[in-house]
């Protein structure tokens, strides 16, 4: 089961990451508007790929867990603090292809995900 788990969360993982450079500068406006430093910019899909191709191959499983944890719960609160303002923006989650604006669905989103990611550290 630990595959599995780590497999869906991996696909997520890259699907974000590739459509992040895809629609590199629509991305980069979003990102900066949600106060993202420039460096984020470019190291957030760089470490969404790195990450689901290292789930799915299996190297350094836990502390890979652990990274992808990381990174969403640092998602998770940036998505918690902004949907306090008054003036959504555009979750920004899978790139510019994410028009929508950011609601609770993305937060469950990332919990379920941190779950997934959780249940494949303890079944491995």
């Known amino acids: 089961m630990s595959f599995i788990f780590a497999v869906v969360v991996a696909a997520v993982f890259v699907y974000a990451?590739?459509?992040?450079?895809?629609?590199?500068?629509?991305?980069?406006?979003?990102?900066?508007a949600l106060g993202a430093p420039d460096p984020a910019v470019v190291l957030v899909p760089l470490a969404e790929i790195t990450l689901g191709v290292m789930l799915v191959g299996g190297w350094w499983l836990m502390q890979t867990i652990v990274a992808g944890l990381l990174l969403l719960v640092s998602f998770t609160v940036l998505l918690l603090v902004r949907l306090r303002d008054p003036d959504r923006l555009p979750c920004s989650c899978f790139g510019a292809?994410?028009?929508?604006p950011m609601s609770w669905l993305d937060v469950l989103r990332n919990v379920i995900l941190i779950a997934l990611l959780i249940a494949a550290g303890l079944t491995q």
């Open 97 to 100: 292809t994410s028009q929508r």
């Open 17 to 32: 990451g590739v459509a992040k450079f895809a629609t590199f500068n629509n991305w980069t406006f979003q990102a900066r």
